[in-house]
């Protein structure tokens, strides 16, 4: 059985690692933040026995060797780079829970038959680059690696560039190699469990998920001089913009959702009508061939608000639907029955890096509560328990495949 | 007469102190480009004889002594500063025509009555510190020294900190002397000279101008796994308020305007929903009872579209119509008139430096026509011809003037 306060410690440690003043953390991709974090999580792995390795992208690997070296190893993990006001527990539960899966199997010197990895990928969440689960997807021929490479943030800064400044770019090929399965514990990252006060949910696949890049071209011009019908303001087709999004979104409910996340608007001063302005779209929904309907009834409404504007509309993003192995998916629900945990089978509305593991080996997930189901946000917040029952979970359902 | 092509070799040469790819210049107030210039005029002034002193909020005043060194001085100016994506006239004519027309009164040898200064103000533009014109009202008396001094630019930064970081916090006290009038040349910003072909605008007036900050505080959350019902989505608010900024213009047409020009958007994540926005409103329209009409409407406006978000408006600023010097503008119009101009009398959307300055003496404004009335844009543009015109109206204005 795994140490909830040993795992409970380690996520309260980490958290230190660009940890806001509203209890939340900062921690972007390749930042100073994270390459603080990397460190500690090296050490802690190497410290606990695994040799760990970076690839050439910055995905770390703390590997556990298995009675069986020669097995394809069995994956626990998830990422810890954060939002720009992130929670605690996104993608750092399921890469901590790895380790204190990995401390606790040491405790009782148990060992597996397969090598067991545990893996922080990078930018999961695609807040500094985009898209999200990059490297992950990277990892399992998604994206090429000059692709990745060549990714730069809002200041124009590369990924390469910013992967350097931090020494984490490692010698580690990238991909190319078989991983035997895939386990991921993360929060739930909405209501539904905490709702129906069930400890587990038994993730059974992620939805369908499109980003694009809108660039608004208008004309520059003076907020005094200029009278109404004489503008062409960037800023008032964004806001029509804004508002097509949610009308996509709400033509497709309940389960559609649109976002508009990232607006920037130039050149910016208050008696100025702004000649420019970029903004990213979030799609989703649960099905592809809906999300599919989305974008084209997007394209639709923004070629009929564009007026004398002009619409640079680009798709950056296509993450299909998936659905998670079965046989794994058995393992996670048998081991929530057996440790007494209330649990139901769920579907995730965020992306993870399993999407991406699981077109390469089988893949599943394990969810736990979070408070009002918030997330992205600093006050995101799980509990002891919840972090404790959900990384046991995670343990067994490892060990019952390791078995098979 | 003055030297049209000295006039224009000054405006090219200080362009490029600043200039942009596209033609334009970004000289941010308390710059590093804005101490190159300042630098650069005071060099020019001292050249052409003139005593150059700076108060302690850096206007910039060059000196031309008169015959009657009592007499209060007769000042020519405008500003150097200019927004993020500005042209090369927006203010520029204004001084370097006062610089030319004491060049050219060197060159004869005219000694007028009264001293004659060329001023420099401080931030007139409001881009980098709200508000606009903020240093010639502090000159005039609107604005408290401490209340200038404590302004802050998005980043943080006090302009009092700005200001030492170029070293023209200047030893002048600020106010508290009598000016003896005020003649500002400046391009139109409109379209109506050119469209009418008239050289000169015999200006009577400014019109009325109220500015706004809106905070809009709403809950970041997930993207993907936040349904739209449960969102406060601080960006979808903030398009409602975009667009009821341009109803509340258009329901006060043809002369109502109103802008949004600064957006920010946090925390600025593609997958993440907008938890607070922060921008600007102006509002503008020659009569302050409808500008206060306005702003009701504006108001009752964003009450309706609150729902679940806190909007949070403060209103920083309040500029009431102007009407300028009678006797002034007699003046300006009979330049205009005996050098054979054609000439209008006409209203300005722009706020000036002038509009401040007519609260402490007799002030009054000469517009030359801009290409299809583009500014605060970097394709702004006059003609060798227009600025020329101009700078003699205003020369021949002053001298008239001082005659009296
Ligand atoms: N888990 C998580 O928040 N991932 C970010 C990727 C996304 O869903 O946009
Ligand atoms: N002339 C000019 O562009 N002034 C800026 C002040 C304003 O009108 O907003």
Redesign the pocket.
């Known amino acids: 059985t795994i140490d909830g306060e040993r795992l409970w410690g380690t996520l309260m440690e980490t958290a230190k690692i660009g940890g806001t003043a509203k209890g939340g953390i900062r921690r972007l991709t390749m930042s100073e933040e994270d390459k603080r974090v990397r460190d500690w999580f090296k050490a802690a792995c190497e410290a606990a026995g695994c040799t760990v390795t970076v690839d050439t992208i910055g995905n770390m690997f703390a590997r556990r060797e298995g009675k069986n070296p020669d097995l394809p190893p069995i994956c626990m993990g998830s990422h810890l780079d954060t939002q720009p006001t992130g929670g605690k527990f996104d993608g750092i539960l399921g890469v901590l829970a790895g380790l204190e899966a990995i401390r606790s199997l040491d405790a009782i010197g148990y060992q597996t038959n397969a090598p067991i990895e545990v893996i922080n990928w990078t930018n999961e969440e695609g807040a500094r680059f985009t898209p999200a689960m990059m490297a992950s997807g990277a990892f399992a021929g998604v994206f090429t690696e000059e692709y990745i490479l060549s990714r730069t943030d809002r200041e124009g800064t590369t990924f390469a560039d910013a992967m350097d400044a931090i020494g984490y770019r490692g010698d580690t090929p990238l991909g190319g190699r078989k991983l035997g399965a895939m386990f991921e514990l993360h929060i739930e990252q909405g209501p539904i469990l905490e709702a129906e006060d069930r400890m587990i949910g038994v993730v059974t696949g992620v939805q369908s998920i499109r980003w694009f890049e809108l660039t608004i071209t208008g004309a520059a011009a003076?907020?005094?001089?200029t009278p109404m019908p004489a503008r062409r303001d960037a800023l008032v087709g964004a806001a029509r913009a804004i508002e097509a999004v949610e009308a996509v979104a709400l033509a497709h409910a309940p389960d559609g959702v649109g976002t508009v996340g990232i607006l920037e608007c130039r050149p910016g001063s208050?008696?100025v009508v702004p000649g420019e302005v970029f903004l990213t779209i979030d799609l989703r929904h649960p099905l592809d061939e809906v999300v599919a309907r989305m974008e084209e009834d997007l394209r639709a409404r923004l070629a009929e608000i564009q007026g004398r504007l002009e619409f640079g509309l680009e798709r950056i993003w296509v993450s299909p639907a998936v659905h998670f192995d079965p046989v794994l998916i058995g393992h996670v629900r048998e081991a929530a029955e057996r440790l007494g945990f209330r649990h139901r089978d769920i579907a995730s509305g965020a992306g993870h890096d399993a999407v991406y593991t699981a077109r390469i080996c089988p893949t599943t997930m394990v969810f736990v509560p979070c408070k009002e189901g918030i997330s992205h946000n600093e006050a995101e917040e799980s509990t002891f328990e919840q972090c404790a029952a959900g990384t046991q979970v995670l343990l067994n359902a490892v060990l019952a495949y390791d078995a098979t």
Not at 222 to 225: D, E, I, L
């Open positions: 003076h907020a005094g001089a208050t008696n």
